[in-house]
Structure formats: C-alpha cells, structure tokens
Nanobody, 116 residues
C-alpha cells in the first residue's frame, strides 16, 4: 500500500504561482512513476505531468512551459511548480503513483483556484 497526501493548493490570481507537494508513505519502494492529474467541474480527469523513477518528465500541452514536475526520492515527495497560472487551470489536483506492477494509488486531491 502507498499513501499520498497533497498540500499547497489555494487561491491565486491569474499570472501567479503555486507549488503543490505530494508526500508518499508506506511501500514507497514499489513506486515507479509519479503523476499529477487535475479535474475541473463537469470535465474528465486529465493527466497534467509525469515523472519517472529515473527523472524523465512529460507534460500536457496545456501546461508545457508553465508547470514543472520534480521529485525528491530521499524525502519521498513529488512537486508541481505552477507558474503563469490561468483561470482555466482551476481544478482539483490529484497526486498519483504507479507501482512497478502497475497498481495505482491516489491522493485525496487539493483545490487550486485561479481568479481572473
């Protein structure tokens, strides 16, 4: 089992920045890929950013150049630095981990609201 807890969300004006954190605990040695997803009201959950165990990253086109995902394997944490935020970035953001056996775990989600 892996437990994930997000922090760092909140309300920010358009153009501002936020940094989301996700703390992993439990059987962390089985974690392979870490992801950030988001879900806005009435929309499907979408993959925002991915980071592999080796540090390779990938981003949704909508956030490329504005968001940066990183991970600290010693502290068992993953981060999402969000810059130049837009109102359309408003959503609940979820930390997700995928284990070596492709089992997925989810955090409880954290709200990010960007005002215009």
């Amino acid at each position: 089992q892996v437990q994930l807890v997000e922090s760092g969300g909140g309300l920010v004006q358009a153009g501002g920045s936020l940094r989301l954190s996700c703390a992993a605990s439990g059987m962390i040695f089985i974690i392979n890929t870490m992801n950030w997803y988001r879900q806005a009201p009435g929309l499907q959950r979408e993959l925002v950013a991915t980071i592999t165990r080796g540090g390779d990253t990938n981003y949704a086109d909508s956030v490329k150049g504005r968001f940066t995902i990183s991970r600290d394997n010693l502290k068992n944490m993953v981060f999402l630095q969000m810059n130049s935020l837009k109102p359309e970035d408003t959503a609940a953001y979820y930390c997700n981990s995928v284990t070596l056996s492709d089992t997925q775990y989810w955090g409880q989600g954290i709200q990010v609201t960007v005002s215009s």
